[in-house]
């Protein structure tokens, strides 16, 4: 990069407000890169907890469904499901998180109550409405554990983004210009000693 610059004064000036000005950029990627982290982390953590509560709501489901269809007998099941009359829905939006644009999963109908279900008093069961109760449950579940996985994804590639800009100030482009910073001090004061002696030479003749 030396070899590509003018050893003069304004560039010099030009260069030392680059590197300050790179530097600061350096200084706030550094910021979002550890906000970032943070952020992943904790979203991590509660990734890991809804998994596992997604794991156990799905056991509860599959066993209030299989009670249900041993008492009741399959086919009540599935007129009971076919006679939902609102199907759950799912609205996707988006929302930032320090500069990502990351999903926004919300849910309508995922849950229902017993008149909702449309089912009645005489046309349902326990075992039916805990099953129904359960999948609600499944549901929510699902559609909680969606959004943060794909949050998860969008964090990590940003993450992965911002690491390399900061390796490439740190590692290359801010020592490449200081490096052109001291080529210029060092030509400057070469120019200026041979200026020295020049005049030297001809006082003396």
């Known amino acids: 990069m030396a070899l590509d610059i003018k050893p003069t004064r304004s560039e010099l000036i030009n260069l030392k407000r680059?590197?300050?000005?790179?530097q600061n950029g350096y200084?706030?990627?550094?910021?979002k890169r550890d906000g970032l982290f943070y952020e992943f982390r904790v979203l991590l953590s509660e990734m890991i907890e809804?998994?596992?509560?997604l794991v156990n709501t799905f056991v509860e489901a599959k066993q209030a469904i299989n009670l249900?269809?041993?008492?009741?007998?399959?086919?009540?099941?599935?007129?009971?499901?076919?006679a939902i009359a609102q199907k759950?829905?799912?609205?996707?939006?988006?929302?930032?998180?320090?500069?990502?644009?990351?999903?926004?999963?919300e849910g309508r109908h995922l849950s229902q109550t017993l008149e909702e279900r449309g089912l009645g008093l005489i046309g349902g069961s326990p075992y039916l409405d805990e099953a129904a109760d359960a999948y609600g449950g499944l549901i929510e579940s699902i559609v909680?554990?969606?959004?943060?996985?794909?949050?998860?994804?969008?964090?990590?590639?940003?993450?992965e983004a911002t690491k390399r800009r900061v390796n490439a100030l740190e590692f290359k482009v801010i020592p490449e210009m200081q490096e052109a910073q001291s080529f210029i001090q060092l030509r400057l004061e070469e120019m200026e000693r041979e200026?020295?002696?020049?005049?030297?030479?001809f006082k003396n003749k």
């Open 68 to 82: 249900a269809s041993s008492i009741e007998g399959g086919l009540a099941v599935k007129s009971a499901a076919i």
């Open 50 to 53: 809804a998994k596992q509560a």
């Open 144 to 159: 909680k554990a969606a959004e943060m996985e794909s949050t998860l994804k969008r964090l990590l590639v940003e993450i």
């Open 195 to 201: 200026e020295t002696f020049r005049l030297k030479r």
């Open 88 to 105: 759950p829905e799912v609205d996707v939006s988006r929302h930032n998180i320090m500069g990502v644009v990351v999903p926004k999963v």
């Open 27 to 31: 200084n706030l990627l550094k910021l």
């Open 18 to 22: 680059r590197i300050k000005q790179t």
